[in-house]
């Protein structure tokens, strides 16, 4: 037997309108470079820049597609790439010019069939290096256990997140559509440098998944959902909230999640 979701359970689109409003404005600051990142898996991905657009190549095909940059801390961008000939799929990049450090997240919504027991939309993670890479390697990290957290992407949507193990966290809305509405959902997290992480989560009850950029220094959150919309579209939207942390829980040794 399907399980149904609870009753007024919103839809993608319906808690995903606005929740782009503070988020941090794009840049320019990229338009005219070229980038070749070689991932640890073995890909290879060349990227060429310019305004609002990607052209980009990684030996199992390439195109031009509409793309997003956007500043997230120094030296460091968010470069969101939309495919227009793969609605399913999106890949977002953080990629730091000084160090030469990338991340590569690749959302992909599946057909039901594939996803049975799982969350529809999967994400692949690749770290990768463009040339010879100095500082902090991306790695995946459980620095966030414990932590509980405000996110405010507008004045009509703020959630609590609680991280609650290396796999999972926990969300409920406190200003918005959703009010009064929650869940636990499945998690991966990258520490990108001092300060700065990279997480995403992937949704049970709605297909949709997410991919953020925390930058505690100036606690910011910048970052995209991957998603079925109620008429059963796929959207990429943008999203973006100002950071409050609220409370640390600390486990006992031995007794500290997964």
């Not at 620095?143 to 290396?166: C, M, Q, V």
């Not at 200003?175 to 636990?184: E, K, N, T």
């Amino acid at each position: 037997m399907t399980q149904q979701n609870p009753k007024d359970w919103k839809t993608y689109d319906q808690f995903a309108y606005g929740i782009d409003t503070n988020r941090l404005p794009p840049t320019e600051a990229l338009s005219g470079t070229t980038h070749s990142i070689a991932f640890e898996d073995g890909r290879t991905l060349d990227l060429r820049l310019s305004s609002g657009l990607a052209e980009w190549a990684d030996g199992a095909g390439g195109g031009t597609d509409r793309s997003e940059v956007i500043e997230v801390a120094p030296d460091t961008y968010f470069i969101e790439i939309v495919f227009a000939s793969r609605p399913k799929e999106s890949e977002t990049l953080i990629l730091n010019v000084r160090t030469g450090r990338s991340l590569s997240i690749y959302s992909i919504v599946r057909d039901k069939e594939q996803s049975v027991g799982e969350p529809q939309v999967a994400q692949v993670f690749r770290a990768g290096t463009t040339g010879v890479a100095t500082g902090f390697k991306p790695v995946e990290t459980r620095d966030l256990i414990g932590l509980r957290a405000h996110f405010t992407y507008s004045p009509n949507h703020t959630y609590e997140h609680t991280y609650l193990s290396s796999q999972r966290y926990c969300w409920q809305c406190l200003v918005g559509v959703q009010r009064g509405h929650g869940d636990v959902d499945l998690t991966t997290t990258y520490k990108f440098d001092e300060d700065q992480y990279v997480f995403t989560f992937r949704e049970f009850k709605i297909a949709v998944a997410s991919t953020f950029f925390y930058n505690f220094r100036d606690m910011r959150s910048t970052g995209k959902f991957l998603g079925i919309a109620g008429d059963g579209s796929i959207q990429n939207s943008p999203a973006g909230a100002h950071i409050q942390k609220v409370s640390m829980t600390y486990y006992l040794p031995g007794q500290e999640p997964v």
